[in-house]
C-alpha cells in the first residue's frame, strides 16, 4: 500500500465500504480517513453476518487497531458521528480535523423542502446548505464545536506523520464520480467534486503521496434521487434481475441500470485510477456467491469481467462475491 484512495465510479452505493472494509482488514492499515462530502453518504460492510453502516466514520471503523480520521473538507453533523464512536468503540482512535464544517439544524431544515428536496431528490441531511454556507464563509467549523472538541486533530499532520513512518493509509471517498458538482449531470449532483483528487484536498495530502486509487464499479448501476440514467430500466425489470436496492440513508428504492463500460472509462480517467474494483458479481451470477479464488468463477461470470477488463486496459484486481467482507477474489499482486 502505502497511501491508496479509494472512490466510487458511478452513482454511489458501489460498494465502496466493503472494499475498504475488506482492504482494512488484510493490509493493516494504520489510519483511514475519510474524505467525500459527510453523512449524506452511507457505507455498509457486513462482518460476521453482522450489517454495519457508517455515514461519518471510515468503513474501518471495525478494527480496534486502526485509527479513525475525517479530514477538513468533509461536513460533519456531530449528532451522527458521536453515535458512531459509541457503536464502534472508537472513542480514542477517532480524529476530527479542526477545519471540518458542522451541520446544524437549520442546514437539514432548508436540505428537506422545495426544490433541493423535490427537484434534485437530495438526501435531506443537509450537506448542501452547509457547503453553501461554508462557502458563504458563515459555516461553523468543529473547532467552534464543544460537543466533538476531544477528538480534535490536523489530519493532514496525522497523514503525513504516518507516510513518514511507512505505516499504510487509506482514504475513503464518497458518493460516486457522476455524482460530483462539476462532472456529473449538475443540477442533478451533490454539492462539491467526490473525484480522487478531491479526497485528496478534503484530508490534506497532494496527489505525489498517492500509490494507488481504486475506482469502484458495482456489476450493474444504480442510482437514488433526480437525473438521466442511460438506458434505466423499469422497477419490474430491475426487481426480476434482482437488482433492487434501497438507499442505506434515505430507504429510497434505488433505479438501476446494466453496466455502462462508457461511464466507466470516463470515470478511470477523471479519477486517475491505477486500478478498479468490482462489486456485487454474485448479484449478476448467483453461481458466484462467496468464491474467493478466479478459477473456481463460472464461464459467464469471467466472460463479463474479462470484457470489462479488455476495454478498460486495467485488471479487476479485487472483485466481490457477496456481502460479507471477506467475499473478495483478490488478484493484487
Ligand atoms: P445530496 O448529496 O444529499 O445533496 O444529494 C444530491 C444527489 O446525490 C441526490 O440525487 C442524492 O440521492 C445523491 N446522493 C448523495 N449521497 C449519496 C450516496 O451516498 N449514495 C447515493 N446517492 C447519493
Ligand atoms: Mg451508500
Not at 473525484?195 to 500509490?211: E, H, L, M, N, R
Amino acid at each position: 500500500m502505502p497511501c491508496n484512495i479509494v472512490v466510487g465510479g458511478f452513482f454511489g452505493d458501489e460498494g465502496k465500504g466493503k472494499i475498504v472494509a475488506y482492504l482494512v482488514k488484510m493490509d493493516n492499515v494504520r489510519l483511514a480517513a475519510r474524505g467525500g462530502v459527510g453523512p449524506n453518504a452511507g457505507h455498509t460492510f457486513n462482518l460476521n453476518g453482522q450489517t454495519f453502516k457508517v455515514r461519518m466514520l471510515p468503513s474501518a471503523a471495525f478494527n480496534v487497531n486502526t485509527n479513525l480520521a475525517i479530514g477538513a473538507g468533509v461536513l460533519v453533523d456531530p449528532i451522527i458521528l458521536l453515535k458512531e464512536i459509541s457503536t464502534f468503540h472508537a472513542h480514542g482512535r477517532t480524529f476530527v480535523d479542526p477545519h471540518c464544517g458542522i451541520i446544524k439544524e437549520e442546514h437539514i431544515r432548508q436540505d428537506n423542502i422545495s426544490f433541493l428536496k423535490e427537484r434534485i431528490g437530495t438526501t435531506g441531511t443537509g450537506t448542501g446548505p452547509a457547503n453553501s454556507d461554508r462557502a458563504l464563509r458563515k459555516l461553523s467549523l468543529a473547532m467552534d464545536c464543544s460537543e466533538i472538541k476531544n477528538y480534535l486533530n490536523d489530519v493532514s499532520c496525522m497523514i503525513h506523520s504516518d507516510l513518514d513512518k511507512k505505516n499504510n493509509v487509506l482514504l475513503e471517498g464518497t458518493q460516486g464520480t457522476y455524482l460530483s458538482l462539476y462532472h456529473g449531470g449538475y443540477p442533478f449532483v451533490t454539492s462539491k467534486d467526490v473525484t480522487a483528487s478531491s479526497v485528496c484536498a478534503d484530508v490534506g495530502i497532494g496527489p505525489k503521496y498517492i500509490d494507488d486509487v481504486i475506482v469502484v464499479f458495482k456489476s450493474y448501476i444504480t442510482r437514488v434521487g433526480g437525473g438521466p440514467l442511460e438506458n434505466e430500466l423499469g422497477k419490474e425489470e430491475t426487481q426480476k434481475r434482482g437488482w433492487q436496492e434501497y438507499g442505506s440513508v434515505t430507504g429510497r428504492e434505488r433505479r438501476s441500470s446494466p453496466f455502462n463500460i462508457e461511464l466507466a472509462k470516463k470515470a478511470l480517467r477523471l479519477n486517475g485510477g491505477t486500478s478498479f474494483a468490482l462489486t456485487k458479481l454474485d448479484v449478476l451470477f448467483p453461481e458466484c456467491a462467496g468464491v474467493t479464488d478466479y478459477s473456481k468463477l463460472s464461464s459467464p461470470s469471467k466472460k463479463f469481467v474479462e470484457e470489462i477488463e479488455a476495454e478498460l486496459g486495467l485488471k479487476a484486481e479485487l472483485i466481490g462475491t457477496g456481502a460479507e467482507v471477506d467475499a473478495v477474489i483478490d488478484q493484487r499482486h
